[in-house]
């Protein structure tokens, strides 16, 4: 090419630029990854070339891209020494851009301008550079024999100038004039960000120079190290790859000091190509939220975290990354075509994670139960949000009892003497509001009730009085102390129609009571509404519903439950953020201990001026019980106990 040739960009509209700098990206810094990637396209096409023996590689070649910033001259430059272009390419690639026009492309993207969605539909790659910058020059040379070098420049308008280039080595160089908004691309350590985040595991070695630093007279310029690990452990078979090495991948890519759990590898030629690794991070639920981070990868170029069509939900409570070149990209690689190929990779990746945790459960159970705790929230989302994951799952969900002891629900069934066929009854109209709550069934259909009850405990120190009265009389209950067990031991009843979960503090079960002989049933009856009618009115709480019981344990003096399916749906409220303020407040039940020597004053000393502070502090100790006193409630609790203190000095 002898002469400077001027022409205008082949394309439908005039604004093509202003689109693009407004509209293509919500990140700007993503034109990085698309010039790297197109260095990185430009050496694959060589090396293929030369396979294809249409063109011979120079001895000892080795692949690069580097990226040079100055920030005297508010540069930065792409250079690889890939396929390079002739000026028919330059043409073909760069002056013609394949475009449907600008009030089309508005029309039809309108509502998916967020992320970077744009980009690569239309082959628009390279002029992500434009977002950034107000002038581009190319410099290249073809790797044809007898190639002329070429340059090209263009000032962000629809006109370019294209002339012989000066080039001597094979390969492009793209440097971009940065706009006065984007100067911080010409700074190392913002560039060396972005690199890490999108390119740190491209198949070529990639450099990032600053010309900005001086060498001294007699010093040898510093050697830069490769941003990129083209090689990275994912890309292996999992046979080839140590323990140590995963773990040391787990921390450079999730700065996560902490070492995980354990690990999937996913490795796939057929019917697609996968690879990748899944951690299973350690988690402390008290201090943190179960949240992790998956990273997709498109022939080790990152495309984004936490895509969910092609990674299930439950799974983003996992830290990983994939790798999966045949993912239907559109745009600039990092919006995914919702299709039936996407749901199959999402199966197959829930598939592989099942078999990993149901084959570790049966063939290394104590490691399986030593991870349990960390890992349940994660099984448990996943067996509420896909039923495939919760088939294969069902037997080897463990319960941790009231020793620690950890069992499989089928285990606990069995350890329990359950029934494994719910009882039936005759639908009438006393059934009772539980009972409803459960059933769909129609008058007259026989209604079917869990035959099964499992005691749960959500909080071993509030719950302890409770805890105690079941160990003291032989009973068992789990430990289901996270957020989402409410959720989940819900949707366990409707998989399980034979067995209804109770908190432990929700009834009084007849175990833990004394039975009335048949001769003092009326007697007993009698003195245990005087007490009720006395209580109610000490407290004022005429909606308070007071019972009295004959516990086996002497020691506690009075107990409040409240009913499950209310809690239930106030803890289902409190999870999705909802306003529990108007829903109408239970009392509770408040249940006296008939054996307890506080009880029995009140009955035989009803007209005491005790009695109603008394009464009062047996509520507050069933209170304490169940749950924290408001300021209020405490001032209270405080006040009444250095007064019934000050009796004992009378």
């Known amino acids: 090419m002898s002469e400077t040739r001027h022409g205008s960009l082949s394309i439908n509209s005039e604004n093509i630029f202003p689109i693009i700098k407004k509209w293509l990206y919500s990140d700007h810094d993503i034109f990085l990854r698309e010039l790297v990637s197109n260095g990185c396209d430009a050496i694959t096409k060589r090396k293929k070339l030369n396979l294809a023996g249409v063109s011979e590689l120079p001895e000892n070649y080795k692949g690069k891209v580097e990226v040079t910033v100055n920030s005297k001259d508010?540069?930065?430059?792409?250079?690889?020494?890939?396929?390079?272009?002739?000026?028919?390419?330059?043409?073909?690639?760069?002056?013609?851009?394949?475009?449907?026009?600008?009030?089309?492309?508005?029309?039809?993207?309108?509502?998916?301008?967020?992320?970077?969605?744009?980009?690569?539909?239309?082959?628009?790659?390279?002029?992500?550079?434009?977002?950034?910058?107000?002038?581009?020059?190319?410099?290249?040379?073809?790797?044809?024999?007898?190639?002329?070098?070429?340059?090209?420049?263009?000032?962000?308008?629809?006109?370019?100038?294209?002339?012989?280039?000066?080039?001597?080595?094979?390969?492009?160089?793209?440097?971009?004039?940065?706009?006065?908004?984007?100067?911080?691309?010409?700074?190392?350590?913002?560039?060396?960000?972005?690199?890490?985040?999108?390119?740190?595991?491209?198949?070529?070695?990639?450099?990032?120079i600053n010309e900005d630093k001086e060498v001294k007279e007699g010093e040898a310029p510093e050697e830069p190290s490769s941003v990129s690990d083209p090689n990275p452990l994912w890309s292996k078979q999992p046979s080839e790859c140590t323990e140590e090495e995963y773990k040391e991948f787990y921390k450079k890519v999730f700065h996560d000091y902490r070492e995980p759990l354990f690990w999937i590898h996913l490795n796939m030629d057929y019917p697609f190509n996968l690879k990748g690794i899944l951690y299973f991070p350690r988690i402390n639920l008290e201090y943190e939220s179960a949240e992790g981070v998956i990273k997709l990868y498109n022939n080790q170029v990152f495309i984004a975290d936490n895509i969910k069509e092609v990674i299930p939900d439950f799974l983003l409570l996992l830290k990983g990354v994939i790798d999966c070149p045949d993912l239907p990209l559109n745009v600039s690689r990092s919006a995914l075509q919702n299709d039936g190929f996407v749901k199959k990779i999402a199966d197959y990746i829930t598939k592989k994670v099942a078999d990993k945790l149901s084959g570790l459960c049966k063939t290394d159970r104590e490691n399986y139960e030593k991870y349990w705790d960390d890992i349940s929230v994660f099984i448990k989302y996943g067996c509420m949000k896909d039923a495939k994951f919760c088939d294969k799952m069902s037997d080897y969900l463990l319960f941790k009892d009231m020793d620690h002891n950890y069992l499989t629900l089928s285990e606990y069934k069995d350890a329990q003497g359950f029934n494994d066929e719910p009882s039936k009854k005759e639908n009438t109209d006393t059934v009772s509001e539980a009972e409803e709550n459960s059933s769909e069934n129609n008058e007259g259909e026989e209604y079917t009730e869990p035959s099964n009850v499992i005691y749960y405990i959500s909080d071993e120190n509030q719950q302890s009085q409770y805890i105690s009265m079941f160990r003291d009389n032989g009973l068992n209950a789990v430990i289901l102390n996270t957020a989402i067990d409410t959720s989940f031991i819900s949707h366990l009843e409707m998989r399980n129609p034979d067995i209804r979960f109770i908190r432990i503090d929700s009834e009084i079960t007849d175990t833990l009571k004394e039975e009335v002989s048949e001769e003092d049933k009326e007697s007993f009856k009698q003195q245990s509404d005087k007490v009720a009618g006395i209580v109610k009115d000490a407290l004022s709480m005429e909606n308070l519903e007071v019972k009295v019981e004959r516990f086996k344990n002497d020691t506690t003096s009075s107990m409040i439950t409240y009913s499950e399916d209310q809690r239930r749906m106030e803890d289902m409220m409190k999870l999705y953020g909802m306003d529990t303020s108007s829903m109408p407040k239970e009392p509770g039940v408040l249940t006296l201990n008939a054996n307890h020597p506080l009880v029995k004053y009140i009955l035989e000393h009803s007209r005491s001026k005790n009695v109603p502070l008394i009464c009062r502090h047996l509520y507050d100790l069933a209170l304490i019980s169940h749950r924290q006193l408001t300021p209020d409630e405490m001032a209270g609790f405080i006040s009444r106990s250095n007064e019934i203190m000050m009796l004992l000095t009378k």
């Open 74 to 208: 508010k540069t930065i430059t792409f250079s690889d020494n890939g396929i390079g272009m002739t000026g028919e390419e330059v043409d073909t690639y760069i002056n013609q851009i394949a475009f449907s026009g600008a009030e089309e492309f508005l029309k039809k993207y309108q509502d998916k301008a967020g992320g970077d969605q744009i980009i690569g539909h239309f082959g628009l790659g390279f002029y992500s550079a434009f977002m950034v910058a107000d002038e581009v020059t190319i410099n290249t040379l073809s790797c044809t024999e007898g190639a002329a070098p070429v340059f090209w420049s263009c000032d962000g308008g629809s006109e370019f100038e294209m002339s012989e280039g000066t080039r001597t080595e094979v390969g492009t160089e793209i440097t971009l004039y940065l706009n006065s908004e984007s100067y911080e691309f010409c700074n190392e350590f913002r560039v060396r960000e972005v690199l890490e985040k999108y390119c740190s595991f491209m198949p070529v070695e990639i450099f990032l």
